[in-house]
C-alpha cells in the first residue's frame, strides 16, 4: 500500500521555541493532505486540510497563526507549531489521500511532541 | 449536526468473536471506515464500506446498513494482538471524514 513518512516521530523542545514537522507521501501525489492531534485516550481531532499551493483550511477553534501549515508540493505538508507551550503537547498525525481518489487516507507515523 | 457514535470499551476473550458497533449521522455520507490503533502509534486501515453489505477480509469483517446509519466491525478468532482501539469514520458529502470517539478493545486470555 501506500507510504507517509512523518518526522520527526519524537521532538523535546522548551516552551517558547517553534516546532516543524514534516508530512511526505513516498510513492504517490497527495493534493490533499490532513493534520490531525490527539490527546491521550482520545479520537483524532482534525485541525486543518492542507492542499497543495494553496491556504490551509483550518477547524474551528484551532489557531491558523499558531499551526502554519505549508503544502508546497504533491508530496510534502509542513506543521510548524510556533512558540509552542506545554499545552500543545500532543500526538500529531498526518494523513493524505491520493490525488483524484476520494477513499482511503494514508497515515503518517504520528509525531509525538512534548514542550517543557 | 454530524455525529459518529461507538462504544467506548469492550472487552473479549482470546480466541472469541467480537462485534464492535458504530452508528453515525452525516451530512451527505460517501463511505464508512473502520481504522485500528495500538496506543501511541497512528491509525492504520482496515476497512472501507459505501455499499450495504458485508465484506470480509481474513479474520475481519465491516457491514454496513446506509438505512440505518449502521455499521459493525467483527473480529473472529481474536488474538492478544488486536487489543487496540477502533475507530469509526465517516465520510460527509465534502469528503471529510468524521471520527467516533474509538472503542478500546480489550482481549483477556
Known amino acids: 500500500g501506500a507510504v507517509v513518512s512523518q518526522h520527526p516521530s519524537w521532538v523535546i523542545c522548551k516552551s517558547g521555541t517553534s516546532v516543524k514537522i514534516e508530512c511526505r507521501s513516498l510513492d504517490f501525489q497527495a493534493t490533499t493532505m490532513f493534520w490531525y492531534r490527539q490527546f491521550p485516550k482520545q479520537s483524532l481531532m482534525l485541525m486543518a486540510t492542507?492542499?497543495?499551493?494553496?491556504?490551509?483550511?483550518?477547524e474551528q477553534g484551532v489557531e491558523k497563526d499558531k499551526f502554519l501549515i505549508n503544502h508546497a508540493s504533491l508530496t510534502l505538508s509542513t506543521l510548524t507549531v510556533t512558540s509552542a507551550h506545554p499545552e500543545d503537547s500532543s500526538f500529531y498525525i498526518c494523513?493524505?489521500?491520493?490525488?483524484?481518489?476520494?477513499?482511503?487516507?494514508?497515515f503518517g507515523e504520528g509525531s509525538r511532541l512534548t514542550v517543557l | 449536526g454530524q455525529n459518529i457514535d461507538q462504544p467506548t470499551e469492550m472487552t473479549a476473550t482470546e480466541g472469541a468473536i467480537v462485534q464492535i458497533n458504530c452508528t453515525y449521522q452525516t451530512s451527505g455520507f460517501n463511505g464508512l471506515f473502520w481504522y485500528q490503533q495500538h496506543a501511541g502509534e497512528a491509525p492504520t486501515f482496515l476497512s472501507y464500506?459505501?455499499l450495504d453489505g458485508l465484506e470480509e477480509k481474513g479474520r475481519f469483517s465491516s457491514f454496513l446498513s446506509r438505512s440505518k446509519g449502521y455499521s459493525y466491525l467483527l473480529l473472529k478468532e481474536l488474538q492478544m494482538k488486536d487489543s487496540a482501539s477502533y475507530l469509526c469514520a465517516a465520510m460527509d458529502s465534502n469528503y471529510q471524514l468524521i471520527w467516533g470517539a474509538g472503542t478500546k478493545l480489550i482481549i483477556k486470555p
Open positions: 464500506n459505501v
Open positions: 494523513s493524505a489521500r491520493a490525488t483524484g481518489e476520494a477513499g482511503e487516507l494514508f
Open positions: 492542507s492542499n497543495e499551493g494553496s491556504k490551509a483550511t483550518y
